[in-house]
């Protein structure tokens, strides 16, 4: 692997760490504020959220797609 290559997995490593210490933080914080209880909620609002997003962006790429598809019919 090329050095660009090194320092695009290094990145993506560090979001992902970062991306894992902030979700900890925040049930870290819930439940500093409620119990476990609140961890609970917490956690599974975060869940449905990142859900969402993920959601979201496949609808957005799914009608990209289909435009893309629809442009290539039409210069053909």
Do not use: P
């Amino acid at each position: 692997m090329s050095r660009l290559e090194w320092m695009a997995v290094g990145l993506m490593l560090a979001l992902l760490l970062a991306f894992v210490t902030a979700f900890f933080l925040y049930l870290r914080t819930a439940y500093r504020k409620g119990g476990w209880k609140e961890v609970k909620v917490s956690f599974i609002i975060s869940v449905v959220a990142l859900v969402a997003f993920y959601v979201t962006r496949l609808a957005q790429n799914s009608e990209l797609q289909l435009l893309k598809h629809g442009v290539d019919r039409l210069t053909r």
